[in-house]
């Protein structure tokens, strides 16, 4: 991080002021100048304390010492790193109180979430107010009297003009609670972090959770749980300590003295996982370790969040840092920090020996179910995509499938596309490990991160020889349908398109291009897919289906049983009520869409063709020899 993005990421948010012994009320070009001295300026020192915990109040305390100036201006966060969308996080705040050198003082807002407290000169300011966390999600506080999850970003404000200056936590812990966080403790037992960013990247776990303990490379790394179910502590530590390994033999080392998984145990809704540079919190429902396919969600979030170790974290896109935490963080890239990420979360597990080759494919061909299957892919890029997170994919609604498509799966199918495209030019000489390790080396966390299309570009570049501008220009930046044939093929791979359930003559069902819920005894539409039947003929999300052609139909498997009665391009008479007003519209069904995908070997594979798909998904060649004899 320089000064000189902290300078311009402040432009345009709260204007820049910075507080050091002698010094006044900042201009913004004098910024520059004085948060280079980290001596003599401010001390800020937070302490969190727990003192109704069953009420889920945090209560926090911003001690600034050596201020000056007229006044400090405190901010909390309106969105945590990681999570691309406006939270709103000072919402939560009540009772907010301030102090000026011990005396009471009034504060005033200077917009949602800046509070200012007047100082005239004085020097020790003081800031305390409650937060309330109630939210079990990995990017919202949750706290009750069993634990607390503090999200540092919707927990600590920063002080204006402060932000790279270190600071010091003292938690306060209710009696025989513990504290676990990816900062360290000084001689005095505060947790310290270098600035607000590494604050903000190291979330708390307070309370009674147990701590399971691993090392790789002789660096320590432990797994905090929260709450209990079905989970296996042996096999939990022994599946993420080969994920951590298989990180680590493709990046080439750990870039931190230690880690935490911060493992929270929910409801059979509970999901999400969130990176950090140290750290990493993963939710998932308490009974998700058994059967295999779901512990499935464990491994996969395991391996998701701690490949961020690298990709987001440290190879970041040039718009993800410094951050400026009162506003959007633009980037195209979100489809190479996230979908990417997305690709070798299940790459890793195939080459680590936790997925089997055959169930990597089937995962994989699902996702290409997934992606072609939605209308939206034909109208959003991936940087299309990756720059409106902070509107359309955090806040979905029903036109969604219809006019956007995910970066986290289309940007996975297309990192392993982009895989094998590179493999195929080179002989299976280079890969996207090759890129990566390249982006790495070039894009170091305190340089000014990865430039807009033209860093990956040029690190293929560099490292095959290669132009992919073309393959960037439409399958990233446009909406070109996937070169699937001739890529996967290019790993001896042959793709079989089939319905999932067909007519009796083996051809496709009527559709009428649907998605529904029964709710209530009632089938209510939640969206419909462009172009189709049900959407010419108007239908739209919230209308209450209650016959077809006359009959009766009151959830999926009765409207099923109709329409199979029926063949493609036959008409019929849907009966709806439309705020409660009956109507009836007539449709031609089309036929349903191809729903099933099997990623099956080719025949007699050639050499090359063999060579990519045991390097691609790290198979060993003599074993597999072997099995194939057997
Ligand atoms: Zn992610």
């Given at each position: 991080?320089?000064?000189?993005?902290?300078?311009?990421s402040?432009?345009?948010?709260?204007?820049?002021?910075?507080?050091?012994?002698?010094?006044?009320?900042?201009?913004?070009?004098?910024?520059?100048?004085?948060?280079?001295?980290?001596?003599?300026?401010?001390?800020?020192?937070?302490?969190?304390?727990?003192?109704?915990?069953?009420?889920?109040?945090?209560?926090?305390?911003?001690?600034?010492?050596?201020?000056?100036?007229?006044?400090?201006?405190?901010?909390?966060?309106?969105?945590?790193?990681?999570?691309?969308?406006?939270?709103?996080?000072?919402?939560h705040?009540?009772?907010?109180?301030?102090?000026?050198?011990?005396?009471?003082?009034?504060?005033?807002?200077?917009?949602?979430?800046?509070?200012?407290?007047?100082t005239?000169?004085?020097?020790?300011?003081?800031?305390?107010?409650?937060?309330?966390?109630?939210?079990?999600?990995?990017?919202?506080?949750?706290?009750?009297?069993?634990?607390?999850?503090?999200?540092?970003?919707?927990t600590?404000?920063?002080?204006?003009?402060?932000?790279?200056?270190?600071?010091?936590?003292?938690?306060?812990?209710?009696?025989?609670w513990?504290?676990?966080?990816?900062l360290?403790?000084?001689?005095?037992?505060?947790?310290?972090a270098?600035?607000?960013?590494?604050?903000?990247?190291?979330?708390?776990?307070?309370?009674?959770?147990?701590?399971l303990?691993?090392?790789?490379e002789?660096?320590?790394?432990?797994?905090?749980?929260?709450?209990?179910?079905?989970?296996?502590?042996?096999?939990?530590?022994?599946?993420?300590?080969?994920?951590?390994?298989?990180?680590?033999?493709?990046?080439?080392?750990?870039?931190?003295?230690?880690?935490?998984?911060?493992?929270?145990?929910?409801?059979k809704?509970?999901?999400?996982?969130l990176?950090?540079?140290?750290?990493?919190?993963?939710?998932?429902?308490?009974?998700?370790?058994?059967?295999?396919?779901?512990?499935?969600?464990?491994?996969?979030?395991v391996?998701?969040?701690?490949?961020?170790?690298?990709?987001?974290?440290?190879?970041?896109?040039?718009?993800?840092?410094?951050?400026?935490?009162?506003?959007?963080?633009?980037?195209?890239?979100?489809?190479?920090?996230?979908?990417?990420?997305?690709?070798?979360?299940?790459?890793?597990?195939?080459?680590?020996?936790?997925?089997?080759?055959?169930?990597?494919?089937?995962?994989?061909?699902?996702?290409?179910?997934?992606?072609?299957?939605?209308?939206?892919r034909?109208?959003?890029?991936?940087e299309?995509?990756?720059?409106?997170?902070?509107?359309?994919?955090?806040?979905?609604?029903?036109?969604?499938?219809?006019?956007?498509?995910?970066?986290?799966?289309?940007g996975?199918?297309?990192?392993?596309?982009?895989?094998?495209?590179i493999?195929?030019?080179?002989?299976?000489?280079?890969?996207?490990d090759?890129?990566?390790?390249?982006?790495y080396?070039?894009?170091?966390?305190?340089?000014p991160?990865?430039?807009?299309?033209?860093?990956?570009?040029?690190?293929?570049?560099?490292?095959?020889?290669?132009?992919?501008?073309?393959?960037?220009?439409?399958?990233?930046?446009?909406t070109?349908?996937?070169?699937?044939?001739?890529?996967?093929?290019?790993?001896?791979?042959?793709?079989?398109?089939?319905?999932?359930?067909?007519?009796a003559?083996?051809?496709?069902r009527?559709?009428?291009?649907?998605?529904?819920?029964?709710?209530?005894?009632?089938?209510?539409?939640?969206?419909?897919?462009?172009?189709?039947?049900?959407?010419q003929?108007?239908?739209?999300?919230d209308?209450?289906?209650?016959?077809?052609?006359?009959?009766?139909?009151?959830?999926?498997?009765?409207?099923?049983?109709?329409?199979?009665e029926?063949?493609v391009?036959?008409?019929v008479?849907?009966?709806?009520?439309?705020?409660?007003?009956?109507?009836?519209?007539?449709?031609?069904?089309?036929?349903?869409?191809?729903?099933?995908?099997?990623?099956?070997?080719?025949?007699?594979?050639?050499?090359?063709?063999?060579?990519?798909?045991?390097?691609?998904?790290?198979?060993?060649?003599?074993?597999?020899?072997?099995?194939?004899?057997?």
């Amino acid at each position: 991080m320089t000064s000189q993005d902290t300078v311009r990421s402040r432009v345009g948010g709260v204007t820049p002021v910075v507080y050091s012994s002698g010094q006044s009320r900042c201009t913004i070009s004098e910024v520059a100048k004085i948060t280079q001295q980290k001596d003599g300026c401010v001390k800020i020192h937070y302490t969190l304390a727990l003192t109704q915990p069953a009420q889920h109040l945090l209560d926090v305390t911003v001690d600034v010492a050596a201020a000056s100036g007229e006044f400090v201006d405190f901010v909390l966060p309106t969105w945590t790193p990681g999570s691309y969308l406006i939270r709103e996080y000072a919402r939560h705040v009540q009772e907010v109180e301030a102090t000026v050198n011990g005396e009471p003082v009034a504060w005033r807002k200077l917009d949602k979430q800046t509070w200012r407290v007047e100082t005239r000169g004085a020097t020790e300011v003081q800031l305390r107010y409650r937060v309330y966390g109630n939210e079990l999600t990995v990017r919202t506080n949750h706290v009750d009297d069993t634990h607390a999850h503090v999200i540092p970003a919707a927990t600590f404000m920063y002080v204006v003009g402060a932000t790279e200056q270190p600071l010091t936590v003292e938690v306060e812990p209710p009696a025989g609670w513990e504290v676990a966080t990816g900062l360290d403790r000084d001689g005095a037992g505060y947790f310290v972090a270098d600035d607000f960013d590494q604050l903000v990247d190291s979330p708390f776990e307070i309370g009674t959770h147990r701590t399971l303990s691993f090392e790789v490379e002789g660096k320590p790394h432990r797994i905090v749980i929260w709450g209990a179910g079905n989970e296996d502590e042996q096999r939990l530590v022994v599946d993420t300590r080969t994920i951590v390994s298989a990180a680590r033999d493709l990046f080439g080392g750990l870039p931190y003295a230690h880690y935490t998984f911060f493992l929270l145990l929910g409801g059979k809704d509970a999901s999400g996982g969130l990176e950090h540079r140290n750290s990493t919190s993963l939710l998932l429902p308490r009974f998700v370790f058994r059967p295999d396919k779901s512990y499935e969600r464990f491994l996969t979030l395991v391996s998701h969040e701690f490949f961020h170790v690298w990709n987001v974290k440290r190879m970041r896109a040039a718009g993800l840092g410094p951050f400026d935490y009162t506003r959007e963080a633009y980037t195209t890239l979100l489809w190479a920090m996230e979908g990417i990420t997305e690709y070798y979360t299940d790459l890793l597990l195939v080459r680590s020996g936790l997925l089997t080759p055959k169930r990597y494919l089937e995962r994989l061909a699902d996702d290409i179910v997934t992606l072609q299957t939605t209308p939206g892919r034909q109208l959003q890029s991936l940087e299309c995509a990756s720059f409106d997170s902070w509107i359309k994919f955090y806040r979905p609604d029903e036109n969604t499938p219809n006019t956007a498509v995910s970066y986290y799966l289309k940007g996975a199918i297309v990192g392993a596309l982009l895989d094998l495209e590179i493999r195929r030019r080179t002989a299976d000489e280079r890969s996207l490990d090759d890129v990566l390790r390249q982006l790495y080396a070039a894009y170091p966390l305190d340089g000014p991160g990865i430039p807009e299309r033209e860093g990956y570009l040029g690190a293929i570049r560099e490292v095959t020889g290669h132009d992919f501008g073309d393959f960037f220009a439409r399958y990233i930046g446009g909406t070109a349908e996937l070169p699937y044939t001739e890529t996967l093929g290019a790993a001896g791979l042959e793709l079989q398109w089939d319905w999932k359930d067909k007519a009796a003559d083996g051809g496709a069902r009527p559709a009428l291009g649907l998605r529904t819920k029964s709710e209530g005894g009632l089938l209510k539409v939640t969206g419909v897919v462009r172009d189709a039947p049900a959407y010419q003929a108007g239908l739209t999300a919230d209308d209450e289906l209650v016959a077809v052609d006359g009959y009766r139909i009151s959830n999926e498997a009765s409207l099923r049983e109709r329409l199979h009665e029926r063949k493609v391009g036959d008409r019929v008479t849907i009966t709806l009520f439309r705020r409660d007003e009956l109507r009836t519209v007539e449709l031609t069904l089309a036929p349903a869409p191809q729903d099933k995908l099997v990623l099956q070997p080719v025949g007699e594979p050639d050499e090359l063709q063999r060579r990519i798909y045991t390097s691609w998904l790290g198979i060993d060649a003599a074993a597999q020899g072997a099995a194939a004899e057997a």
